[in-house]
């Protein structure tokens, strides 16, 4: 069992909007609690949205019960015609479900029987509903605020050194193909889990106008860094399906495979190294020019292995599609990360500069 940030959160604006409820006397507390449970989110942008969307949930489900209450009744049928009423209404705005579900609360906490006046009650209501969105908002706000920016590299670090480690044992033709069966399909799920997380990092929002150009360059290295590992996996994936067929190819072209592939490995696991701080600053030469991997060559040379049997040529060819588009991915990668480091006073992605509380590229 895992006790996240998120779900620790959503504990603690529980507990904040019954507190809040009963120190300033609300009737119906448990409706505060249960508005926060829906509201915490996981960044500050997608918290403040859904603050917002909420309280206009809020405010339409509180004027339709009131309405429907004041000029027919609460019957259970009138009930639930009133809910389909406003959750047809948050779905044509295009709220998601944790909206409508506060409007239904709201219309279910509003159409209650009462012995109260019926503004007076819907006011009630109104209020301790709002006191657990406005709760829920404070709490993700000032309490240990979501940063992704960190959790991003170290994820794409740990998947690609993954990636990397299975591209040699396959080069060499000492994989186990179930092993690395399970281990592409595992692969490929965190990859869909570095997109959501990237897509949350980008939409937190920078403040400090000098910060915007460097945050905004993050973003590019970042999607490039992404993009780079899934041309990573995607080559994996293309040796695992030929490699009864590269087998067959001759040895001395296997020895150039092997050589060519290693270099390009080595050049990722070089950027990742200068993201994270670890190569000298005094570096000039550019990784390709280190590891000069001769991949024009060696993908002619492929073309030519099965020159004589235009069938088995073709086979072949989408693993020199997936050569180039990784070699020219990791190029880029290595462009992007030497202007930033030009430009705004190099990297910094070390373990120790993570617990000091500093975030990558400041």
């Known amino acids: 069992m895992r006790l996240g940030a998120r779900i620790l959160k959503t504990g603690i604006a529980i507990a904040v909007a019954l507190y809040i409820a009963n120190l300033i006397g609300l009737e119906s507390a448990t409706y ?6 829906f509201a915490i989110q996981p960044n500050i942008y997608r918290s403040f949205q859904t603050m917002l969307e909420q309280m206009y949930a809020n405010i339409i489900g509180v004027s339709f019960a009131t309405a429907i209450v004041f000029f027919i009744s609460n019957d259970p049928i009138i009930i639930g015609f009133t809910v389909m009423i406003v959750i047809s209404f948050c ?15 709201a219309v279910l906490s509003i159409m209650e029987s009462t012995e109260l006046m019926l503004l007076h009650f819907a006011g009630l209501r109104f209020s301790a509903l709002t006191l657990g969105v406005v709760s829920a908002f404070l709490v993700n706000l000032l309490f240990v605020p979501p940063r992704h920016e960190v959790r991003l590299f170290n994820q794409v670090d740990k998947i690609t050194s993954d990636i990397l480690q299975w591209l040699r044992i396959s080069t060499h033709h000492l994989s186990d193909e179930l092993a690395l069966r399970n281990e592409l399909t595992r692969i490929q799920r965190e990859v869909d889990d570095i997109d959501l997380t990237y897509a949350l990092f980008r939409e937190e929002r920078i403040y400090r106008k000098k910060e915007r150009i460097p945050q905004m360059r993050k973003l590019i290295i970042f999607r490039q860094m992404i993009q780079t590992t899934k041309r990573a996996l995607e080559t994996l994936q293309t040796f695992y399906q030929y490699e009864h067929r590269v087998e067959h190819i001759p040895k001395e072209f296997q020895d150039v495979l092997i050589t060519e592939l290693d270099k390009m490995v080595y050049s990722h696991e070089r950027l ?3 993201a994270m701080g670890k ?4 570096e000039t030469m550019p990784i390709q020019e280190i590891t000069d991997p001769d991949l024009p060559q060696l993908v002619d040379s492929l073309m ?5 049997d235009n069938k088995e040529q073709l086979t ?4 020199a599609s997936r050569l180039v588009e990784y070699y020219k991915s990791i190029i880029h990668l ?18 120790d500069a993570k617990k000091k509380r500093r975030f990558p590229f400041r």
């Not at 505060?32 to 449970?37: D, I, L, Q, V």
């Not at 202007?339 to 373990?351: A, I, P, V």
């Open 334 to 351: 290595e462009k992007l990360l030497h202007s930033y480091q030009k430009f705004h006073n190099g990297l910094n992605w070390s373990k």
């Open 316 to 319: 072949l060819l989408p693993l």
């Open 279 to 282: 190569i000298k600053k005094n």
């Open 304 to 308: 030519k292995v099965y020159e004589q």
């Open 272 to 274: 990742l190294l200068s």
């Open 32 to 37: 505060a609690g249960m508005a926060a449970a």
């Open 91 to 105: 779905m044509y705005l295009r709220w998601n479900e944790n909206t409508a579900i506060i409007s239904v609360i």
